[in-house]
């Protein structure tokens, strides 16, 4: 039993010994500043390809988010954050033709697929959009990933109605608009996926034949 404590001991002592290390400039018991922090993070990244530091960069609203993760009840944060997500949903642009729907097949594959935006990858080349990493959509597919919702039989469940194509639209074009700190990516707004491939995804999501709403 001691000498479980003495090695408890042992190991934060050794936990805290590498936390003073890795603090930039400051003792163990000095807390780092937030620039102090960035500054440290800033130059543990080396930038590579289309992966340049200015990624690292917060924007006001990551900002905001990221206050708002440390005070959740700080209702002046929140009246900033419901400011921002209307700015988000400025930035919404819907297809100039009308029609929401590409093509499903075209779609389940930019749904698999998780290339674009890193260092490794041809900026040339289009983006996927990844969407099993975080959802259930077609029902063969059984390998998928929960952080966001089940879109299995979307269109369906909806009726397939013009409405809730229109707010699947702008969720996926800018999904800050609808929830501030969403960790779904902005396929729309930042230059992700095109609004061709938003079309295909969409089709994914609403077309009666698309595997989703079988
Ligand atoms: C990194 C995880 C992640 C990825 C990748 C992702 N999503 Fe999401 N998605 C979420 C989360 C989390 C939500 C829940 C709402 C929120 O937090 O924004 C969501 C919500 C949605 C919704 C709204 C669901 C509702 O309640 O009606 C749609 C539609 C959607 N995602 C479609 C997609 C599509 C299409 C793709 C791929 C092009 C995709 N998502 C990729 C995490 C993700």
């Not at 190991?11 to 960035?38: F, H, K, M, N, Y």
Request: hydrophobic residues 35%.
């Amino acid at each position: 039993m001691q000498r479980f404590a003495f090695q408890l001991t042992a190991l934060a002592l050794g936990a805290a010994g590498l936390v003073a290390c890795s603090l930039p400039q400051g003792s163990a018991d000095e807390t780092p500043s937030t620039a102090s922090i960035r500054e440290e993070l800033k130059a543990s990244f080396q930038p590579k390809g289309q992966a340049t530091l200015d990624r690292l960069d917060q924007s006001p609203l990551q900002a905001a988010c990221s206050a708002y993760a440390m005070n959740p009840n700080d209702s002046d944060l929140r009246k900033q954050l419901d400011a921002l997500m209307v700015e988000q949903m400025n930035t919404v642009q819907y297809p100039a033709d009308g029609h929401y729907l590409g093509d499903w097949k075209k779609g389940e594959k930019i749904a698999q697929t998780g290339k674009g935006k890193q260092f490794s990858d041809d900026p040339e080349k289009p983006s996927g959009g990844n969407c099993y990493a975080c959802h259930q959509l077609s029902p063969k597919e059984i390998a998928y990933g929960n952080i966001g919702p089940s879109l299995l039989h979307y269109g369906k469940l909806r009726n397939y109605s013009p409405e809730a194509m229109k707010v699947a639209w702008a969720q996926i074009y800018n999904s800050k608009a609808f929830h501030a700190c969403s960790t779904m990516p902005r396929f729309g707004e930042q230059g992700i996926l095109t609004q061709a491939q938003i079309k295909d995804v969409m089709a994914l999501l609403f077309d009666p034949k698309s595997p989703v709403n079988q």
